[in-house]
């Protein structure tokens, strides 16, 4: 119902910066909430950066001050610019989306993008 598309991963230095896009397309009624997770080998998948709606938005301690989200609401589009990056952001970034869709029925799902990779290191 639902396709994202994430672009924008690569190899870069610490302190150097890199820009995420996620496009969103397909049968989308609403869209309630759009962010980005990050998943390290050995670890369990964390929240970076969101946008869960009402004009709020929420950042791990660990990258504020560092990362910006923002969204092209025309576009469906959500972006992650990551600055001042440090071997310790090396991860696979997922984009999510929270929309309703209608299948019979209306859903409320979360959308998985299929990751791109980060790495940090000199």
Do not use: H
């Not at 609401?73 to 071997?87: D, E, G, H, I, R």
């Amino acid at each position: 119902q639902v396709q994202l598309v994430e672009s924008g991963g690569g190899l870069v230095q610490p302190g150097g910066s890199l820009r995420l896009s996620c496009a969103a397309s397909g049968s989308i009624f609403s869209i309630n909430a759009m962010g980005w997770y990050r998943q390290a080998p050995g670890k369990e998948r964390e929240l970076v950066a969101d946008l869960p709606g009402g004009g709020s938005t929420n950042y791990a301690d660990s990258v504020k001050g560092r990362f910006t989200i923002s969204r092209d609401v025309a576009k469906n589009t959500v972006y992650l610019q990551m600055n001042s990056l440090k071997p310790e952001d090396t991860a696979v970034y997922f984009c999510r989306v929270k929309a309703t869709v209608y299948s019979g029925s209306y859903y409320l799902r979360d959308y998985w993008g299929q990751g791109t990779q980060v790495t940090v290191s000199s």
